[in-house]
């Protein structure tokens, strides 16, 4: 069977980023995020063979075991594709070259294992809000850009599935795997 995939990394005190969900709401054509699925994208997979998760993890595995947790900060706003025709609001994290690591390590991982994956280059993000028509981000762009939330330390990347629905997306976690000498 097939499923919607993506690995994360999880945001333990969504908390934090409640104000930032409640300005996002407020904005013309922009659903928020709901605060429970928040997270840092490392990589979206897409439509993926549900029997190929064992495959994934352990593509996973290999790139995270001679890694340590680290800690990141959530800070910093910005939009996908850029703010004059928005589709994605997000908040970010940094320093981004952790993350850009294992990402990258994990991108490698999945080609060798012949797993497509969507290859746009990594940007650490947290999805705050989706766009559903013309929106001014410019607000929201001018309060958060140089905003800093909270440290969050970066020990697990969970492997998602997303079943999109009339409501939004639902996520289920499938698989955790640990960051570090324990994977």
Not at 34 to 57: C, L, Y
Not at 65 to 93: D, H, L, Q, Y
Not at 155 to 180: F, N
Request: with cysteine; proline share 6%.
């Amino acid at each position: 069977m097939k499923i919607r995939m993506f690995l994360s990394i999880p945001v333990k005190d969504p908390s934090v980023l409640k104000g930032v969900l409640e300005d996002v709401g407020r904005m013309q054509n922009v659903k928020a995020s709901p605060i429970s699925q928040m997270h840092i994208t490392v990589r979206f997979i897409g439509d993926i063979d549900d029997g190929k998760t064992k495959k994934v993890v352990r593509c996973i595995q290999d790139a995270v075991a001679s890694t340590e947790p680290f800690t990141v900060t959530i800070a910093g706003a910005g939009c996908f594709p850029n703010a004059n025709r928005p589709s994605v609001i997000w908040i970010g994290a940094k320093p981004e070259d952790g993350l850009k690591g294992i990402a990258d390590r994990i991108s490698v991982n999945l080609k060798a294992a012949n797993i497509q994956f969507d290859e746009k280059p990594f940007k650490s993000h947290i999805t705050v809000g989706r766009c559903k028509g013309p929106s001014d981000v410019s607000g929201f762009l001018e309060k958060y850009s140089a905003s800093e939330f909270q440290s969050l330390l970066c020990d697990e990347i969970l492997v998602m599935k997303s079943e999109l629905g009339p409501k939004g997306a639902k996520h289920t976690v499938l698989e955790r795997v640990p960051i570090g000498k324990s994977a």
